[in-house]
């Protein structure tokens, strides 16, 4: 094969920069996409009379043979686009050429980025979706088990395991509709924009717009090259998606410690030297995974800052922090799923550390506001009997009503009865009295699982929606190639 691409030709073919410039390795990770850019590209053309029919069916021809032949077979190239139609001309001749007629490297590029980005965001937000309904068949399990809820990682007041998860559900089905957003604008095509200025051929940007499976095209020729902020959203919802994960994890891995939860040994390791470890491995590299996200998005920012319009070679950079962090973003979420589907969490512990630090405390200051007397000063009420107190001890009856003599001047039974006081002590009492929307009582909890059960059915039919006119799409857009090979 020709050491020489047919785009550079025998002016720019040599020199110590060739290597610097190429991407060609890195470009694997669209060939299918540029093989599908050009077939339909080149049944526009024929389409629209710009190359005959006989040229359109050998140059498809010549590119089933390279899809068949793969990437490694590739001639040397500056990148997979150039490599690909080097291919072509070889096999064609000369009139192989015309399949890059009326387009850029510049507009196929962002459209082959497009084309693979969706794919890759679907499988983010598939595995988003089964992390939602592992943590949301878990919360249901767990809709009533005792925990300790925490602020500052202190005792502050008892929930469920289930209410717990089901604040993660929640925020994670918020990063799946930042990805799906992000889908929408990913799936314009830039296809037919050419270098940036257009072309003077008669071309149907609308008709590979379609034949590739894009909702419309990108509007304005030179926005269409230059535009990367497809890449910014993205990057910036795996992001988000990344650290909702690593909050995950690290309650996680902290519960663990404290003997609140068991990972299935799929999802823990041992130690090397101390054979009677389980370390939570898998959820500490998910937990960094955040890290790489935040770095890739901090590197594509400032690779795009005060870039000039249209485009720049700056841009080659670009792409691999968006392909580095929805690999990465994607595996973390996939193994977070996973363990949370089989972790075993330990009722038992969860209900003694749930009425630690007495962490009903908020609970009898309520009981006292609700009658009559002013929060603050309930607060200070529960506070001074909290204070006389054994640490971290629930203060038992007498010296509440103690407390009430020395800041109310009354006993507590003025106020509230004996039993009603010793109830809201009571961690399971305390969490089912708090019935308010959003909170961690039984009730509250089955309609919060009831919405969010809801809404993940409907993510689940957008996601399903898209992979099927990506497929319906590749359907006709093969069919079409049939046509003519």
Not at 308 to 334: E, F, K
Not at 336 to 361: K, Q
Request: contains cysteine.
């Amino acid at each position: 094969m020709s050491e020489e691409d047919v785009v550079r030709g025998e002016r720019f073919a040599g020199g110590p920069a060739r290597g610097f410039l190429s991407s060609l390795s890195a470009d694997e990770r669209i060939f299918a996409a540029d093989l599908a850019v050009d077939r339909a590209h080149v049944v526009m053309l024929a389409e629209q009379g710009i190359v005959d029919e006989e040229t359109a069916g050998e140059i498809l021809a010549a590119l089933d043979t390279v899809e068949s032949d793969g990437h490694d077979a590739l001639p040397d190239g500056e990148d997979v686009h150039a490599a690909i139609e080097t291919a072509v001309v070889e096999a064609v001749g000369p009139e192989g050429g015309r399949m890059h007629t009326a387009r850029s490297r510049n507009d196929e590029v962002a459209t082959c980025i497009r084309y693979r980005l969706r794919e890759d965001l679907l499988s983010a937000l598939e595995a988003t979706l089964a992390l939602r309904e592992a943590l949301l068949a878990r919360a249901d399990e767990h809709a009533e088990t005792l925990a300790p809820g925490y602020t500052h990682l202190q005792p502050a007041q008892p929930t469920t395991v289930g209410h717990f998860l089901l604040s993660y559900e929640r925020a994670l089905a918020r990063d799946a509709a930042r990805l799906l957003d992000a889908y929408g604008r990913v799936n314009e095509s830039p296809l037919g924009a050419a270098a940036f200025a257009g072309t003077p051929f008669d071309v149907d940007r609308e008709r590979t717009a379609d034949l590739l499976g894009f909702d419309g095209t990108v509007d304005n020729a030179t926005d269409a090259v230059s535009a990367r902020d497809f890449l910014l959203e993205s990057v910036a919802a795996l992001t988000a998606l990344a650290t909702t994960v690593s909050g995950l994890a690290e309650d996680l891995v902290v519960y663990s410690n404290r003997g609140f939860v068991e990972l299935d040994d799929d999802y823990a390791s041992t130690s090397s030297i101390m054979p009677q470890k389980k370390n939570p491995d898998t959820l500490e590299l998910a937990r960094a995974t955040a890290g790489d996200a935040h770095a890739g998005l901090s590197g594509l920012l400032t690779t795009l800052k005060g870039l000039p319009r249209a485009y720049n070679r700056d841009l080659q950079r670009a792409t691999p922090h968006a392909w580095d962090a929805v690999d990465a973003v994607t595996d973390a979420v996939d193994v977070a799923g996973g363990a949370v589907a089989t972790a075993t969490w330990n009722e038992g512990a969860l209900a003694d550390a749930a009425s630690e630090g007495f962490s009903t405390a908020t609970g009898v200051a309520d009981l006292l506001a609700s009658h009559g007397v002013p929060f603050r000063t309930a607060h200070e009420t529960v506070a001074v009997a909290a204070a006389e107190s054994e640490a971290d001890a629930a203060p038992e009856y007498a010296a509440l009503d103690a407390a009430a003599e020395d800041v109310l001047g009354e006993p507590l039974e003025a106020y509230v009865d004996r039993e009603a006081v010793e109830a809201a002590l009571d961690p399971a009492e305390s969490v089912a009295g708090r019935d308010s929307p959003g909170g961690p009582a039984p009730d509250a909890v089955a309609e919060q699982l009831a919405t969010a059960e809801a809404e993940l059915t409907d993510d689940e039919s957008s996601v399903a929606a898209a992979r099927d006119a990506l497929a319906a799409a590749d359907d006709a857009l093969h069919s079409e190639v049939t046509d003519y090979v």
